[in-house]
């Protein structure tokens, strides 16, 4: 490992999942002292476990991003157990039913925006404070493919994670001469373990997912964090403002239409 992240110290929101804990783990593995916040002690407990007995430095705490109070804390707490806070990744999402706008509940329409949308503001509205009295850091939002294409039925996750693209312009623009970066990554199909239990295996995801990217393959939960330690590091430091598309190629063509009698 290079140790590009040595004297950093970052607070992973959704740390306990899939994509987060492989930022986590990533981000401990070239030197930075993590807290990884999740709604589920014992999984931000789990990936911290993980952390230190690898020989890195991490602790886990519960966190439910549509708490202010929650998010408050686990800002200071980051300053409290590790001196500063250097870096924000937000990774927590959710997933509601599908339908048409006429169709979905207001309460998951609701609950997308408190959890996708909402609670990422509160995490950076809590760090940004402490980012700055460190002398400046990063901000790596999880948004996705969705929020760059539309998909039938699913107008929750799709409108959040478009919002999430602006809103990381926004902040990058707002806080670019306090020395804080702003970016987002937009993962495509990526194999994790509830996308592997719908289609068994990477084999076959890759069998049926696979054709809709340039690659003709689907992702790996370390390929996005990779991404998200380059974003996070000082080899992007002229980076800032930018959605990074780790996707295979998903968004940038269309899907060849079926051969026509020429009208």
């Known amino acids: 490992?290079?140790?590009?992240?040595?004297?950093?110290?970052?607070?992973?929101?959704?740390?306990?999942?899939?994509?987060?804990?492989?930022?986590?783990?990533?981000?401990?593995?070239?030197?930075?002292?993590?807290?990884?916040a999740d709604i589920s002690a014992e999984?931000?407990?789990?990936?911290?476990?993980?952390?230190?007995?690898?020989?890195?430095?991490?602790?886990?705490?519960?966190?439910?991003?549509?708490?202010?109070?929650?998010?408050?804390?686990?800002?200071?707490?980051?300053?409290?157990?590790?001196?500063?806070?250097?870096?924000?990744?937000?990774?927590?999402?959710?997933?509601?039913?599908?339908?048409?706008?006429?169709?979905?509940?207001?309460?998951?329409?609701?609950?997308?925006?408190?959890?996708?949308?909402?609670?990422?503001?509160?995490?950076?509205k809590y760090a940004l404070p402490q980012i700055r009295a460190s002398g400046g850091g990063s901000v790596v939002n999880i948004a996705s493919s969705h929020g760059h294409f539309a998909l039938h039925g699913r107008v929750g996750y799709c409108s959040t994670k478009a919002g999430i693209h602006h809103f990381t312009r926004v902040l990058a623009l707002d806080y670019g001469t306090e020395n804080i970066r702003v970016n987002s990554i937009s993962p495509g199909p990526i194999d994790t373990e509830r996308s592997l239990r719908r289609y068994g295996t990477r084999e076959n995801s890759n069998r049926i997912r696979g054709p809709g990217q340039a690659l003709k393959r689907t992702g790996t939960v370390e390929e996005v964090a990779n991404a998200a330690l380059f974003l996070a590091s000082e080899e992007a430091s002229f980076v800032t403002g930018a959605d990074l598309r780790v996707d295979g190629g998903q968004t940038i063509w269309k899907r060849e239409e079926p051969a026509s009698d020429g009208v």
């Open 1 to 36: 490992m290079t140790q590009r992240m040595t004297g950093h110290v970052a607070l992973v929101s959704g740390g306990g999942g899939e994509i987060g804990g492989a930022i986590a783990r990533r981000f401990a593995s070239e030197g930075a002292s993590v807290l990884i």
């Open 43 to 124: 999984k931000a407990n789990a990936v911290a476990k993980s952390i230190a007995d690898a020989g890195g430095r991490a602790a886990g705490l519960a966190v439910d991003v549509g708490e202010p109070g929650q998010c408050e804390r686990a800002a200071r707490d980051a300053v409290l157990r590790f001196g500063k806070l250097t870096v924000l990744v937000n990774s927590v999402a959710t997933v509601t039913p599908d339908g048409k706008v006429e169709d979905i509940a207001l309460e998951d329409w609701e609950r997308a925006l408190k959890i996708n949308f909402t609670g990422m503001f509160l995490m950076c």
